[in-house]
């Protein structure tokens, strides 16, 4: 059974279980990218989009939907990284949806964890979204401490793409893809908080009981940089989906 509330500017949606925040949140993008073929997609990794990708893949491989002219953004990239490594977003993106869709490859935008100046070229990605007018449907999960891409607590509202520190607990809870703890760079780049409320529709994901916490305070309360995924009670279009257990 699917429940559907607003919690003031927000739309929440309670699927039964991660299956079916899925098929909701795949039926989301499909339905976009139908209506305007050359979409600009903001795109997650993480352990909880990888369901959503599947379906995505199954539209695709069926005929249902074509990615051939949409473009993506990646929010965010580990520093130091390359896109060859094993655990980098870039490596994440192609093995769990690039590669099996029609998408351009070269339409696929990743932050580069490997530049020489990631300052420079955290300005030129903010540049690249600009020219290609902005990000229409940003996909977004939540951390457990309540940060969205990588925008720790305490970033600001008005943060921009950048290289950031991340706390102990992100890579206490990433450290699962790795093969141990002490591999989990302790840097990233990352979109900032203003450039991610910038996308036009956001909808973001949240399964399982080591969510609850960060969900209930992302909905409730005012927004404060404590949680930085409260600061999207300020969008006018948002959508949580998510699961029993993360509810
Ligand atoms: C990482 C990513 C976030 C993601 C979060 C939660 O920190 N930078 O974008 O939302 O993990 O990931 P998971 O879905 O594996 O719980």
Known sequence: MTEIKKIGTIKLII?????NTAKHGAKIFAEAIRKKSDLVLGLATGGTPVELYKELIRMNKEGALSFRQVNSFNLDEYLGLAGDHP?????FM?????DHIDIEKSNTHVPDGTSENPDISCKQYEESIKEANGIDLQLLGIGSNGHIAFNEPGSSLTSRTRVVDL?????N???????????????????GIGTILEAKKIVLIATGANKKDAVSKSLNGKPNPN???SFLQNH???TFIIDNEAS
Do not use: G, H
């Open 87 to 91: 655990q980098s977003y870039r490596y």
């Open 236 to 238: 006018p279009d948002c």
């Open 94 to 98: 192609n093995k769990n949806l690039f």
């Open 167 to 171: 706390k102990e607990n992100t890579i």
């Open 173 to 191: 809870d990433n450290a699962r893809f790795f093969s141990n703890k002490s591999e989990v760079p302790k840097k990233a780049v990352t979109m």
């Open 227 to 229: 949680i930085p995924a």
């Open 15 to 19: 699927c039964d279980d991660l299956k």
